[in-house]
């Protein structure tokens, strides 16, 4: 991959679906300030863990850990999905490369680049076709162009006649797999030039805006937060004198929208000032107290090395019952990792069967607000 000139625009295949979707997302911010890097570490040490097991290699857990900064709890659950999943497709695949660097012009002085997860040759289609395969660690959530975009990348390194994209979702354990037609890739630099051509058109959205690097000053979000608390303000006023269960249940439940915005806001803001407070020190607050970064230490005990000990101090197995806890999916990922290939999800679903059967399963239930379309279309949301 050539190093792009100082003059070009530099465009990746992750930023494709929000810079698609609201172009004023592509202007850099004055300030660049950087947000919460723990999910981020989080998926980079399970993408390296998946790329040594699909380059025939064993990841080392310690080593991975401690390059990223994440610990091995958090990232080897998703490594263990993403294994299960690729192994039960590779059969279909003959691997061209792995984590590979790809950047093409697009445009005039437009460089798209990225990194493919994997790039691989389907090996019992008909005609030519390149298998272009994203991990991804998030929640699900509209990827497609960036998907296009490493295809149309591949497409120019492995020329070929049909192109299959697919996102693994390693947190709800699945492959969404799609066909891409050859269209979108000759039409994907026209729509690039769209969107760079109207460097003022926004579009906000949960989507666009939670990794945008204009987040902290976008002035379209600005106004749907000011928009979104003063509609809550007015609710709040009225609620006073009418009693806030007593709000016409539609429009009690129009604001919720706008509570999600508020809410989002309310989390960048805590970034902001942490950002803030890393690089200055601690902040006045202006009445004779600072606001300032408390360090917290939270202490895990790792069970391979500590239920030993335990043991030998308590006397028995039994005796520790009480302070261990077993996570399903992790569990679930054991059984997954020792059945024989196409019976994965048959020993987990055969292995917490036998764990409900010995009365060792405690099933608790909550509620929690989501949004979906009305069954009748009425928006009364009833089936």
């Known amino acids: 991959m050539s190093k792009p000139k100082k003059d070009q625009i530099i465009l990746r295949c992750s930023s494709m679906p929000r810079i698609l979707k609201c172009p004023a997302s592509a202007v850099a911010p004055d300030v660049e300030i950087e947000g919460d890097r723990a999910v981020a570490m989080i998926g980079r ?3 390296e863990a998946l790329a040594a097991h699909v380059r025939g290699g064993a990841p080392d857990f310690d080593a991975i850990a401690r390059k990223h900064g994440a610990e091995r709890d958090t990232f080897a659950p998703l490594y263990y999905v993403g294994r299960r999943i690729w192994d039960e497709r590779k059969s279909a695949m003959a691997i061209i490369a792995v984590e590979q660097k790809m950047a093409a012009e697009i445009l005039p002085g437009v460089i798209l680049q990225g990194t493919g997860d994997i790039i691989a040759r389907a090996v019992r289609e008909e005609v030519p076709t390149i298998v272009v ?11 497609r162009d960036q998907i296009i975009s490493y295809a149309w990348l591949a497409s120019r390194e492995w020329p070929t006649e049909r192109v299959k994209g697919v996102l693994c979702w390693l947190r709800d354990q699945l492959a969404d797999i799609d066909d891409i037609g050859m269209d979108e890739l000759e039409k994907l630099p026209e729509r690039i030039r769209e ?12 989507q666009q805006c939670q990794y945008c690097p204009r987040r902290f000053d976008c002035p379209a979000r600005t106004a749907l937060v000011r928009q979104s608390v003063e509609s809550l303000t007015a609710a709040s006023a009225l609620s006073k004198s009418i009693g806030l269960v007593a709000l016409d249940p539609a429009a009690l439940a129009a604001l919720w929208p706008k509570v999600k915005m ?6 960048q803001y805590d970034e ?5 407070v890393k690089e200055a020190g601690a902040l006045p607050v202006g009445d004779g107290t600072e606001l300032v970064i408390t360090e917290v230490e939270r202490t ?23 302070a261990i806890r077993l996570g399903k999916s ?6 997954s990792a020792q059945a024989p290939r196409g019976m994965k999800k048959a020993a987990i679903t055969e292995l917490m069967g036998a764990l409900e059967a010995a009365g060792a399963l405690v099933i608790t239930k909550s509620g929690r607000l989501t949004v979906r379309k009305g069954g009748n279309g009425n928006g009364d949301g009833k089936a």
């Open 133 to 143: 395969w994203d991990w991804k660690s998030g929640a699900i959530a509209d990827h």
């Open 300 to 322: 895990e005990i790792m069970p391979e090395k500590g239920i030993p000990v335990l043991v030998e101090r308590f006397g028995g197995i039994e005796a520790i019952m009480p």
């Open 272 to 276: 902001v000032v942490r950002a803030r």
């Open 195 to 206: 969107a760079l051509d109207h460097p003022d058109r926004f579009c906000p959205g949960p």
């Open 262 to 267: 508020i809410k989002a806001a309310l989390e």
């Open 330 to 335: 992790e569990i679930g990922n054991l059984a």
């Open 45 to 47: 040490a399970a993408h």
